[in-house]
């Protein structure tokens, strides 16, 4: 092994996936597969007997899951990498990986070399966190804990993305029309746009949308 070698550990209870990530991990200059386990158990013996520069391991295993593997290694070291991959890639999981200490999360979709790329920068930074749509899943938990959309404007928000104008949302909801445009000034305000079509962008983005239907943005 030549100096700057990255070590890598690889952990997932399905032989094709392991054996894979082997072949692709094998395949780059500066990294060298070390150890290779199914289970957190056996991760954990592998992790100790190899001494890892970075784990790459599945979210879920027989005996618990990828982020015991976190905890447990950062409990004993902040310079290793721990990059999560996962079939379920959701704001929950997200953030279970993020506070429990890994560097990366990666959906097992993404290209093989994707999952490289993660493991390169958890070695050079291991607690720093990286995750595709990072930004919008604390976006969207922002909004949550503060409550900064109540029931009632998100209502509208949806309206709004349906195309409906004021005159409209205000007849589906029973209300006043000024009523419902102080209801959307005030979803501007909260999302920090100026206009309809720039609150449906943000809104989009933050995932408190997923479409958006042929609206009138003036």
Same mark, same amino acid.
């Given at each position: 092994?030549?100096?700057?070698?990255?070590?890598?550990?690889?952990?997932? $209870?399905?032989?094709?996936?392991?054996?894979?990530?082997?072949?692709?991990?094998?395949? @780059?200059?500066?990294? @060298?597969?070390?150890?290779?386990?199914?289970?957190?158990?056996?991760?954990?013996?592998?992790?100790?007997?190899?001494?890892? !520069?970075?784990?790459?391991?599945?979210?879920?295993?027989?005996?618990?899951?990828?982020? !015991?593997?976190?905890?447990?290694?950062?409990?004993?070291?902040? /310079?290793?990498?721990?990059?999560?991959?996962?079939?379920?890639?959701?704001?929950? @999981?997200?953030?279970?990986?993020?506070?429990?200490?890994?560097?990366?999360?990666?959906?097992?979709?993404?290209?093989?070399? !994707?999952?490289?790329?993660?493991? /390169? @920068?958890?070695?050079?930074?291991?607690?720093?966190?990286?995750?595709?749509?990072?930004?919008?899943?604390?976006?969207?938990?922002?909004?949550?804990?503060?409550?900064?959309?109540? !029931?009632?404007?998100?209502?509208?928000?949806?309206?709004?993305? $349906? *195309?409906?104008?004021?005159?409209?949302?205000?007849?589906?909801?029973?209300?006043?029309?000024?009523?419902?445009?102080?209801?959307?000034?005030?979803?501007?305000?909260?999302?920090?746009?100026?206009?309809?079509?720039?609150?449906?962008?943000?809104?989009?983005?933050?995932?408190?949308?997923?479409?958006? *239907?042929?609206?009138?943005?003036?």
């Amino acid at each position: 092994m030549s100096e700057g070698t990255t070590r890598v550990l690889l952990v997932d $209870d399905h032989d094709l996936v392991r054996d894979g990530l082997k072949g692709v991990f094998g395949m @780059q200059p500066d990294m @060298q597969v070390v150890g290779a386990a199914g289970s957190v158990a056996e991760a954990l013996d592998a992790y100790a007997e190899h001494r890892p !520069d970075v784990v790459v391991t599945d979210l879920q295993l027989p005996d618990g899951t990828g982020i !015991d593997i976190v905890r447990s290694v950062r409990r004993d070291c902040d /310079r290793t990498g721990l990059v999560i991959l996962t079939m379920h890639y959701g704001d929950q @999981q997200m953030f279970a990986a993020m506070e429990a200490g890994a560097s990366a999360m990666v959906g097992k979709d993404v290209p093989s070399t !994707d999952v490289v790329r993660a493991a /390169r @920068q958890a070695s050079i930074s291991p607690r720093s966190f990286a995750a595709a749509g990072l930004v919008q899943a604390l976006t969207r938990r922002t909004l949550r804990e503060s409550g900064r959309l109540t !029931d009632r404007e998100t209502e509208i928000l949806h309206l709004l993305a $349906d *195309g409906l104008g004021l005159g409209e949302i205000a007849a589906r909801l029973y209300v006043s029309r000024s009523t419902a445009k102080t209801h959307t000034a005030r979803i501007y305000q909260k999302l920090g746009a100026t206009n309809r079509a720039q609150a449906l962008m943000i809104a989009m983005r933050t995932g408190l949308l997923s479409s958006v *239907g042929s609206a009138d943005f003036n």
